[in-house]
């Protein structure tokens, strides 16, 4: 699961089957998350219920899967249950049986077979009066407003490196603080250890990260989150290039609009427009399409272009503004040519960037995947002396690190240890263990937690059985 499918995941995985159940009411949305966050084996499972008229056996279903496959059978099976798409029916004397929750089922056979009044995909309109706007535009504003987005969290604001014409609302601002991305100190914005980590994200996981932090501040702006999710859903069913009505919007969509605007997800051609236009950063939020070409990794020639040399000198074949800001946060620039820059990475600028939260961990993977395609002939792509250099420059004033977690622990028997354990390390959350004492702990607990009450359940239905 791709980095911005596994942060949107996680936020519909917090969500309350009730919640769950009023956002599956769209056909829009159960589409999208049927698209976007299933698994094909998961999808398999989905259509295989979607059109039978009744439950079909809990060993039918599993029977279609080859013992080799039991864990992914498992996975798959867990994770549509924590999205409440698949229910578990168990009646006395009879064996449990599987069905597909309602309304996920109903609009999932609507939006495949079209049909009904819902307008959840949207409605296009012919009513425009000479836009003109191309793709190319909507491109062109996206990219725009990103980077915008982008310069001000590192900075570029202040060193006079933004982009022109881009306007950015106290909203935005104030969303970037809530989500520790930035830290607003006097007039100076300093990005954080997380916000770093969201520069390095690719767009579409960008974009997610702000979306989520959208919804989660939905309550407090007196909005609707499920009518907020709802129509994040809708712009990803979108055809780009379309203009789109305005008057199916609900009013907290309609509001929706203007914010999203500033982020360059919708363009719309004036405050009084009877219609908006998705750009490519939403018409690709359900997808795997990339949601823009990012301007940290996208034509050829940016694709690579930073040289780090065995003095530590630093050059970076680009000019743009974006990517030179981002620079300055962990190298002291030195020169500046129409097409390059040249700098230094010293002790001081590497200190200055852990004052601000960024890892050297972090320093080190933006390096490494902006290394210029020269660098990148080479077996270690860096000088391994400028990546020692640099995490011993971090260790001078960082001792020890912290790892937010669960720790599960009293397990009666050595296989009841076990079995979880192995579980947790082959779905990645595994951070450490000891055996002797049957305790292990990991990032996430939602899954580990789900899979020991499955153990608990086949082994109360093996014992009545």
Request: glycine content about 8%.
């Amino acid at each position: 699961m791709s980095a911005s499918s596994l942060r949107s995941f996680e936020y519909l995985e917090s969500l309350p089957g009730t919640t769950l159940n009023r956002l599956y009411k769209q056909p829009s949305s159960a589409l999208a998350v049927f698209r976007r966050w299933l698994p094909h084996l998961a999808k398999s499972f989905v259509m295989a219920l979607l059109y039978i008229s009744h439950p079909m056996p809990v060993a039918d279903l599993e029977a279609w899967v080859r013992p080799d496959g039991k864990r992914e059978r498992d996975n798959s099976i867990n994770l549509l249950e924590r999205l409440h798409i698949l229910a578990t029916t168990a009646n006395p004397g009879k064996p449990r049986v599987y069905n597909l929750t309602n309304p996920f089922a109903a609009s999932l056979r609507l939006a495949l077979t079209g049909g009904g009044g819902h307008r959840s995909f949207g409605v296009p309109t012919s009513n425009v009066e000479d836009d003109n706007i191309t793709v190319t535009d909507l491109d062109d504003y996206a990219r725009r407003q990103w980077e915008g987005v982008l310069g001000y969290m590192v900075g570029s604001t202040g060193v006079g490196l933004a982009k022109p014409g881009v306007k950015l609302s106290a909203g935005v601002s104030t969303l970037l603080q809530m989500g520790g991305l930035v830290e607003v100190k006097g007039k100076r914005v300093e990005i954080t250890q997380d916000g770093f980590a969201f520069i390095l994200q690719e767009v579409n996981a960008q974009v997610w990260t702000i979306l989520i932090l959208y919804l989660q501040s939905s309550e407090g702006l007196g909005m609707d989150e499920v009518d907020v999710l709802s129509f994040l859903f809708m712009l990803g069913s979108l055809e780009l290039g379309l203009p789109y009505s305005k008057a199916n919007l609900t009013p907290t969509q309609t509001q929706m609009l203007s914010d999203l605007g500033d982020f360059g997800v919708v363009y719309e051609p004036n405050s009084s427009s009877t219609h908006f236009y998705p750009t490519r950063l939403a018409t690709t939020l359900t997808s795997d399409a990339g949601g823009l070409r990012s301007s940290l990794a996208s034509s050829a020639d940016n694709r690579g272009f930073i040289v780090i040399e065995t003095n530590y000198r630093l050059y970076a074949y680009t000019s743009s503004n974006l990517q030179i800001a981002i620079l300055t946060l962990f190298t002291r620039l030195m020169t500046r040519y129409p097409n390059m820059v040249a700098g230094k990475i010293t002790r001081e600028s590497i200190r200055r960037a852990v004052s601000m939260g960024i890892t050297s961990d972090q320093i080190i993977s933006y390096l490494t995947t902006h290394a210029h395609p020269q660098m990148a002939k080479n077996q270690l792509i860096l000088p391994p002396t400028v990546v020692d250099q640099i995490r011993l420059w971090q260790l001078e004033g960082d001792r020890m690190k912290a790892t937010p977690g669960y720790l599960f622990k009293e397990f009666h028997t050595q296989a009841d240890y076990e079995a979880p354990c192995k579980y947790a390390e082959e779905i990645g959350v595994l951070v450490w263990k000891h055996d002797g004492k049957r305790v292990f702990f990991v990032t996430r607990h939602e899954q580990v937690a789900a899979y020991l009450n499955s153990l608990r359940d086949k082994a109360k239905s093996s014992k009545g059985g």
